[in-house]
C-alpha cells in the first residue's frame, strides 16, 4: 500500500461549496481507484494524503497537481504502509483549526509568508501526526 502527503496553495479562498464539489468529484473517482485519504483545508492551503495502489495513487496526484484550483503543489512524504490509514474515506475532509496547527511550530510565521511550503516539507512527521488526528472525523 503507497501513500502519498502533499501540501498545496488554493488559487483563492474556496468557499464551502467549491470545497463540496472538490470532494463529490474526488469520493466518485476514488472509490473507482480503491484509493482513501483526507483532505485538510484551511485559509488558502490544503494537505492531503491519498493511499493506495502506486501506480494508481502517482497518476491520480499527477491530475490532482495540475488542477488550476491549487498551485504550488508540494509533496510531503511517500512511501509504501503496512495498512490504510483512512480506510473509512474515499476522501475525508476536516477544515483545521488554531489549535490543530498548534501542532506545527512555526505557523505563525508562516501566515506571514503563506506560500512558503518548507514549513510543512521540513516537519513532515508533524503532517503525518496532524493527519492521523483526522482518522475518525470527516466535517462532510
Ligand atoms: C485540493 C484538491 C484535491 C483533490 N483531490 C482529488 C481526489 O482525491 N480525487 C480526485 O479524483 N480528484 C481530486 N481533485 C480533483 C482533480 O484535481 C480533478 O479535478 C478531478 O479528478 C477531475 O479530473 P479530470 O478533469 O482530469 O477528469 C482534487 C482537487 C483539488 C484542488
Same mark, same amino acid.
Given at each position: 500500500?503507497?501513500? &502519498?502527503?502533499?501540501?498545496? %496553495? @488554493? @488559487?483563492? =479562498?474556496?468557499? =464551502?461549496?467549491?470545497?463540496?464539489?472538490? +470532494?463529490?468529484?474526488? *469520493?466518485?473517482?476514488?472509490?473507482?481507484?480503491?484509493?482513501?485519504?483526507? &483532505?485538510?483545508?484551511? =485559509?488558502?492551503?490544503?494537505?492531503?494524503? &491519498?493511499?493506495? !495502489?502506486?501506480?494508481?495513487?502517482?497518476?491520480?496526484?499527477? $491530475?490532482?497537481? @495540475?488542477? /488550476? *484550483?491549487?498551485?504550488?503543489?508540494? #509533496?510531503?512524504?511517500?512511501?509504501?504502509?503496512?495498512? $490504510?490509514? %483512512? /480506510?473509512?474515506? #474515499?476522501?475525508? %475532509?476536516?477544515?483545521?483549526?488554531?489549535?490543530? &496547527? !498548534?501542532?506545527? /511550530?512555526? %505557523?505563525? !510565521?508562516?501566515?506571514?509568508?503563506?506560500?512558503?511550503? #518548507? +514549513?510543512?516539507?521540513?516537519?513532515? !512527521? *508533524?503532517?503525518? #501526526?496532524?493527519?492521523?488526528?483526522?482518522?475518525? $472525523?470527516?466535517?462532510?
Amino acid at each position: 500500500m503507497f501513500s &502519498l502527503v502533499y501540501v498545496s %496553495f @488554493a @488559487a483563492h =479562498d474556496l468557499s =464551502d461549496e467549491e470545497l463540496k464539489d472538490i +470532494l463529490k468529484v474526488a *469520493r466518485e473517482t476514488n472509490q473507482q481507484l480503491g484509493i482513501t485519504g483526507m &483532505l485538510l483545508y484551511r =485559509d488558502g492551503f490544503f494537505i492531503q494524503v &491519498l493511499e493506495g !495502489d502506486e501506480d494508481k495513487v502517482k497518476a491520480l496526484f499527477a $491530475r490532482i497537481a @495540475a488542477d /488550476p *484550483r491549487h498551485r504550488n503543489v508540494l #509533496t510531503v512524504h511517500t512511501g509504501q504502509v503496512e495498512s $490504510r490509514r %483512512f /480506510p473509512d474515506w #474515499t476522501m475525508g %475532509f476536516n477544515k483545521l483549526s488554531d489549535s490543530d &496547527l !498548534d501542532q506545527l /511550530p512555526g %505557523f505563525t !510565521d508562516f501566515l506571514s509568508r503563506p506560500d512558503d511550503g #518548507t +514549513l510543512f516539507t521540513q516537519n513532515s !512527521d *508533524r503532517v503525518l #501526526t496532524l493527519l492521523d488526528s483526522f482518522r475518525n $472525523r470527516s466535517y462532510y
